[in-house]
Each structure stands twice: as structure tokens, then as C-alpha cells.
């Protein structure tokens, strides 16, 4: 027997309000290979929103960085 599906198995769906969403952003040309060396730009920017004081109110479910 090989493969196919099972019950339980594969990653878990998130519940709807934590999915993501494409947005399209302008940077300045300087900013865009600087962020790069830190990282994936899209991530960088969510952690970086989520974690300022108070910028954003987080639902109670959100796991920075997941």
C-alpha cells in the first residue's frame, strides 16, 4: 500500500480571518535590498506591523510569525 489520503493527516486549514491576502506595496529603490538581506519582504513587514506598540489590534488567535 502506498500514499492516498488519510484521516487527520496534512496541515490544518486556518480559520478565515488569518488567512493572507496579496497586497502590492511601492518602496523606495534603497529600501527594497535592505529589507531582502533581513528576510522574505512580506513577512518582514507583517512582524514588523504586529509588533509596534499598539499599531494594530491583533486578534487573540494570532500567532506572530506563523
Known amino acids: ?4 489520503n488519510r484521516k487527520g493527516a ?14 502590492t506595496i511601492r518602496l523606495p529603490v534603497w529600501m527594497v535590498p535592505q ?3 533581513r528576510g ?3 513577512y518582514l ?3 514588523e506591523l504586529a509588533t509596534k506598540n499598539k499599531f494594530l489590534e491583533l ?7 506563523s
Open 1 to 4: 500500500m502506498r500514499g492516498g
Open 40 to 42: 522574505e519582504i512580506g
Open 10 to 23: 496534512g496541515r490544518k486549514k486556518k480559520p478565515e480571518h488569518l488567512r493572507r491576502v496579496p497586497v
Open 59 to 65: 486578534p487573540e488567535d494570532y500567532v506572530i510569525g
Open 45 to 47: 513587514i507583517e512582524l
Open 35 to 37: 529589507i531582502k538581506k
